[in-house]
């Protein structure tokens, strides 16, 4: 079984900054493509940050220059930099990995257990 599991949020006031890692475990040979999305109250998901499967990452326009995605392919984690928060930015941020595979079959549509941000004005 493969999970993906999400920490730093937290409550920030605006300005701030934090950090966001979300780490997958279990039984994995590779993951091509992972990202962060958000939901905010009375809102749907959204698509913040992401690798594809080809190419570079890609932004949502609301956070272009100020989040940043990174990742460390070794260890299967992905991290999300988040500086110049607002309050719009508040929200529970999700992990997702399309497609996992394992040694024994391919896992789609995986997403963590999410982590909430709250930024203060």
């Known amino acids: 079984q493969v999970q993906l599991v999400e920490s730093g949020g937290g409550l920030v006031q605006a300005g701030g900054s934090l950090r966001l890692s979300c780490a997958a475990s279990g039984s994995i040979v590779s993951i091509n493509a992972m990202g962060w999305y958000r939901q905010a109250p009375g809102n749907q998901r959204e698509l913040v940050a992401a690798?594809?499967?080809?190419?570079?990452?890609n932004y949502a326009d609301s956070v272009k220059g100020r989040f940043s995605i990174s990742r460390d392919i070794a260890k299967n984690t992905v991290y999300l930099r988040m500086n110049s928060l607002k309050p719009e930015d508040t929200a529970v941020y999700y992990c997702?990995?399309?497609?996992?595979?394992?040694?024994?079959?391919?896992?789609?549509?995986?997403w963590g257990q999410g982590t909430q941000v709250t930024v203060s004005s």
């Open positions: 997702n990995a399309p497609l996992i595979r394992t040694p024994t079959a391919y896992v789609s549509n995986v």
């Open positions: 690798f594809p499967n080809v190419g570079t990452a």
